[in-house]
């Protein structure tokens, strides 16, 4: 029946048919057995099993036929019951999966807050780090500002007198005494050169850098600057080229716009290997006035170039041919640049292939800052 889907109906089970040798039916001398399928969409849900031990043919076709709407009807139950078990499962663990959401949902937030706090406490603390910082940097600026102004008034006397000295004004001296001398001043100047240097770095540094613009001859400015390197240039056996295409006069600092060029220049010499070219170039372009100082020497890598015009950064790859220098030379001159309202900047195809450095000032420059 489970197969066929069919009801099996037996009207005297314990003596004829094929369940009379049934143990069961023999034992209970079973007379009228009736087994119905519980059908739901064809499939087999359970069965209807009936027996009656007294009265043979109980299972009239009326009694079968109530039977029939009757298992239908139960089927449909016995379904509905199921998918409710299904669906009360279903329920069951879709509550347990809210809870555990619920659950992360509040450690989530219990985790947010914690760290909230924490990124405030140590907001706090990194201000008052940065506070102290900054009133460490102002002391440290300070510090420069006072110490090197103090140490130049006793080294221009020690120049003042050697050169006096050296004029014989308090009497004649041999070649000897001349040879240490001129030492003496030689070194008193370098000195000199690298007090101006920290105190102008210092004044940049609090903002109290201030230029006196005045209409200047560009031509002649860098020339100028040209010829103070020569010799040093020479030395090296490197060759300078002067190409400048600026007409008019111009506003500018002229002591201060030496100072970066000569650096400019001196960064070149140093770094380029004997027999190499410098090209320096000025011209105008729009409202500005351009100056270009480029170099075939040991050239800069990419990720150093941000980093050139920051104060005391020497680069690695130049240590080898460091003669002195503080690497204050580029922070200083991108401080007098930008006092002039523009622009210094850097590039190179990489190391080993040479240098450009330029800058840029607006020719209204002067009138602009310092009227
Ligand atoms: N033309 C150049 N070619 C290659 N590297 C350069 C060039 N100019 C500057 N640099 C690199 O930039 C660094 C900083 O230059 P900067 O002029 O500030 O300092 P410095 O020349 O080392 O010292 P200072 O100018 O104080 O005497 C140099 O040490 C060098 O590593
Ligand atoms: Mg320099």
């Known amino acids: 029946m489970a197969r066929t889907h069919d009801i099996v109906i037996l009207d005297d089970a314990a003596n004829q048919g094929a369940f009379a040798n049934d143990p069961y039916i023999k034992k209970n001398n079973t007379k009228s057995v009736l087994c119905a399928p519980l059908l739901y969409q064809d499939r087999l849900r359970g069965i209807i099993y009936m027996e009656n031990n007294l009265t043979i043919g109980a299972f009239t076709r009326d009694r079968v036929q109530i039977l029939e709407i009757l298992a239908a009807q139960a089927a449909i139950s016995l379904e509905n019951a199921t998918f409710y078990e299904t669906l009360n ?28 706090q924490r990124v405030l406490e140590r907001t706090v603390q990194l201000e008052k780090a940065n506070e102290s910082l900054k009133q460490a940097d102002r002391l440290k600026d ?115 716009i030496t100072q970066v060029l000569v650096n400019l220049l001196s960064n070149s010499i140093k770094f380029t290997p004997p027999e190499g070219k410098i090209h320096i170039r000025a011209f105008v372009r729009g409202e500005d006035l351009v100056t270009e100082v480029q170099d075939t020497g040991i050239g800069i890598k990419s990720e150093d170039l941000s980093r050139l015009f920051s104060p005391f950064q020497q680069l690695e790859a130049g240590l080898a041919y460091k003669v002195g220098g503080t690497g204050l030379g580029l922070s200083i001159s991108k401080g007098i640049v930008e006092a002039h309202g523009g622009t210094i900047t850097a590039d190179s195809p990489g190391p080993g292939k040479g240098s450009t450095f330029w800058f840029r000032i607006p020719l209204t420059s002067g009138r602009l800052r310092n009227p």
């Open 142 to 256: 300070e510090f420069l500002s006072i110490i090197t102004h103090e140490l130049r008034s006793p080294l221009n006397a020690i120049l003042g007198f050697a050169s006096v000295l050296d004029d014989e004004v308090l009497g004649p001296l041999n070649d000897q005494q001349h040879a240490s001398l001129s030492k003496l001043i030689k070194g008193a100047d370098r000195l000199l050169l690298l007090i101006n240097d920290l105190l102008d770095f210092a004044k940049i540094r609090a903002g109290r850098f201030t230029i006196s613009p005045e209409e200047t001859s560009y031509d002649s400015l860098v020339a100028e600057a040209v010829e103070s390197m020569a010799p040093l240039a020479k030395a090296k056996k490197l060759s300078i080229d002067t190409e400048v295409r600026v007409p008019q006069k111009v506003i500018i600092d002229p002591r201060y």
């Open 89 to 116: 499962n279903l329920n069951l663990s879709l509550n347990k999966e809210i809870d555990v959401r619920k659950r992360a949902e509040e450690a989530l937030r219990s985790l947010n807050e914690t760290l909230e």
